[in-house]
Structure formats: C-alpha cells, structure tokens
C-alpha cells in the first residue's frame, strides 16, 4: 500500500509554482507575497515546514504545493479513463523532476513565520484619539471598543470576520466612502461591534460608519452592531449564526445609501438570503421581480389588499395630470400581483416608492416577527447624524420607534 504520496510540498517553492500556473506577484513584503489571478487572491509564507498559502477569505486554512496542483488539474481534461487522482501523479511528479520549480540551498527569500501567520494582523493600529468628527468621543463609545483601528497612514479600519471567526480584511473609510482595504474578503465576512454581557438589540447595516453614526444619535445599551458589505449566501450564515448564539429573537435591519432606493433594494436582498428557499429575487431593468409563498390565508390577504390600496392611489393621484385614465402607464407603475397555487408572483416597477411600499407589506405581512426595519429621514444615518450637529434637540428627541419604516 502507498502511503507515502503527495509528501514532497517542503520541496516545492511555492512562488515559482504559482508563477507558473498563472498567478501575478501583487505585493512582495518581509514576511509574505500575495499572488492574484482573476478574482481569487492568495498569501504565501514561508514556514519551518515549507512554504504554505491561504485564501484572503480563510486566513486559518494553510494550504500547502499539493492543494494547489489538485485545484490546478481538476479543471484540465483528461482522458476518458484518467481520474482527478491520475492527473494529480503525472503533475506532481513533473513539478518535482523541474528543478525551477524546487527549493535550492539559500533559495527562499523570505522571513520564517508561524504556521498560524495571518497578514491582516499586520495592517491595523490602536486609533489614536480625534479633535472633532465622527470619531472625536470614540474612547467613550463603549460598543466600538476593540473594533476599530486605523493604518500607518491613520485611515479608520473595521475588522472583518469570516465564518470561523478569523480577521480576514477590514472595511477603511477613505473620506470618500467606507471600501474594503486592499485585498480584503468584504464578500466573505462582516463586521461587529463589541459583544456586551447582557444582549437586547441586534442591528445590521450596510458598513460600519453608519453604525457609529446610529449610535451617537440613539446610545443603544447591550447592543451588537454588525455591518455586511455584501449581502450574499455566505454573509447572511454569517449574521444568523450570530444571531442564534447570542439569542435575540429580532434582528434590526437599517441598510441605506446614497440614495433611499438603494436601501429598499439592500432590504430585499436581505430578505431574500434570509430564506432561500420561500423568496425568490430577480432585479431587472425596469422592474423586480419576486416569487414567494402564500403563507397562511390572513397574510396573503392584508398583503394582497395593501397593494391594491396604493394602486388605486396611484390612478388616483394620475387624474391630477390628466384628465383620462392610461391604464398602460399606470399598469407599468404598479406592483402586480398574481397567485399561482401556493406561490404569489409580484411584480415591482423600479420606482421607490413602489419599492419601499412592497418592502413595507410584506414585512408587515410576513416578516414583523422576526425583523424591524429602521430608516432615517436623510438617505444614510451619517448624514441624519451630520444633519443634527448644529441645531439644538433639546427636549426635541426623537425616539428609535420614530424611524420604524411606515407609510
């Protein structure tokens, strides 16, 4: 029996194997490279044990010469009768016969690390205390303690955080807007504020200034504040396991943009990774399209009526302009609703306020239980919170209950 296959990795220089398979050398520092092709993006180490890499996604993975030419040869064609396990031998063994591609005596041109080694852990600093500004006070707000930083260059950093729970990226404010920093993972992972003892709100937006901006409006107590750059498969799993392991029985969703619409759009997303399988997204470019179950009769019904209601508005509101009714215009306008045995198919005109009236039903409708929505009155909380700094609120406060979305 071989027992002894695909142990030659410590021989491999992993650089030179990755240069030949199609990778560029992005960046070349002390300790590590990062190598790129297409979109995936890979760190190499050197290591007691040879060189190893990992994905900028799972820092805590170490993948070593073999893992790469697995990858590399199952997506090459074979002979009918030539197995992935056939075509890793041939590969291996040709990278080992190529003395460019080994490891000679004095061949590595990188410091050692530990095999745990995670690049991002390099890139972050304590932030250093600001005069005005979002982040004057940030040494008082108690739930941004531990999560945020700033770079050599005094950039504010966001951690993010994958699956695992492992620092793969960090979201910057560049002045500008909130961006991943360098080759961070943002579609991979998110961001979180300090976890308290005692957990009531769990609020989500779209990146981490607008929670800080949300927090210095209302001062939430025994709060977790979580910001997705992307909302995807991987960082709704993300979000709901959070959520089951602190046991809040609501999330609190808040997305905005730069302008309301982009909102309404990050909310049905949202919804739509939030259950797979009972809604169906589908953005074109005149209109959305969802699909969804019926649910139990009462809903469907107070939803169904709620949308005939803003039609009927809306043809209403059309006789202002004239004085005959244009069903066409006005159909094209409308949300359209069509039931098709347990199934409810909608279609939605990409106009906002169509938009935010269906996200609006169907939460009411279907989802109040479970989430609550807030939006500001400005198209992000950092402008609502810019917008409060000159004036006097005095016994003007408004309340967290003031923003829940309503028509």
Request: aromatic letters at 14%; hydrophobic letters at 35%; proline letters at 3%.
């Amino acid at each position: 029996m071989i027992n002894t296959w695909l142990t030659e990795d410590h021989r491999i220089h992993l650089p030179k194997l990755l240069e030949r398979l199609g990778y560029t050398c992005s960046m070349t520092e002390r300790t590590h490279c990062i190598y790129t092709r297409n979109k995936e993006t890979c760190v190499v180490i050197l290591t007691v044990d040879g060189y190893f890499y990992y994905k900028v996604q799972l820092p805590e993975l170490k993948l070593s010469a073999s893992h790469l030419i697995i990858g590399h040869v199952s997506k090459i064609e074979g002979s009918n009768k030539e197995t992935v396990w056939d075509k890793v031998d041939a590969f291996y063994q040709k990278v080992l016969e190529n003395q460019e591609l080994l490891i000679t005596r004095g061949n590595p041109g990188m410091e050692k690390v530990a095999k745990d080694y995670n690049h991002f852990h390099s890139y972050s600093f304590p932030l250093r205390a600001r005069k005005d500004g979002l982040y004057s006070d940030i040494a008082q707000m108690g739930p941004f303690k531990g999560s945020i930083f700033e770079d050599e260059e005094g950039q504010v950093l966001f951690p993010l955080y994958n699956l695992q729970n492992e620092n793969c990226g960090f979201f910057v404010d560049n002045a500008h807007e909130t961006a991943p920093y360098k080759e961070s993972s943002a579609k991979n992972s998110l961001w979180y504020s300090k976890i308290p003892d005692t957990i009531e709100w769990l609020v989500v937006f779209k990146d981490p200034k607008e929670a800080l901006a949300f927090h210095k409006k209302f001062r939430l107590e025994n709060v977790i504040y979580l910001a997705l750059g992307a909302l995807n498969y991987e960082t709704t799993k993300i979000l709901f396991q959070i959520q089951q392991s602190v046991k809040v029985k609501k999330l609190i969703l808040s997305f905005t943009g730069e302008k309301k619409i982009k909102g309404y759009l990050r909310d049905l997303n949202f919804i739509s990774f939030m259950d797979e399988s009972n809604f169906k997204l589908s953005v074109k470019e005149q209109d959305i399209l969802v699909r969804f179950r019926m649910g139990d009769e009462k809903s469907f019904l107070n939803f169904f009526n709620s949308t005939k209601t803003f039609n009927q508005g809306l043809a209403k509101s059309f006789l202002k302009y004239n004085k005959v009714i244009d069903q066409n215009r006005i159909n094209e306008q409308s949300i359209m609703v069509a039931k098709e045995n347990e199934l409810i198919k909608v279609r939605i005109p990409l106009e906002v306020n169509a938009i935010r009236f269906f996200v609006w039903s169907y939460y009411k409708n279907y989802l109040n239980k479970t989430i609550d929505i807030l939006k500001p009155v400005q198209p992000n909380w950092y402008l609502e919170w810019e917008s409060t700094q000159s004036i006097s609120l005095k016994g003007k406060e408004v309340q967290l209950k003031d923003y829940r979305i309503a028509l």
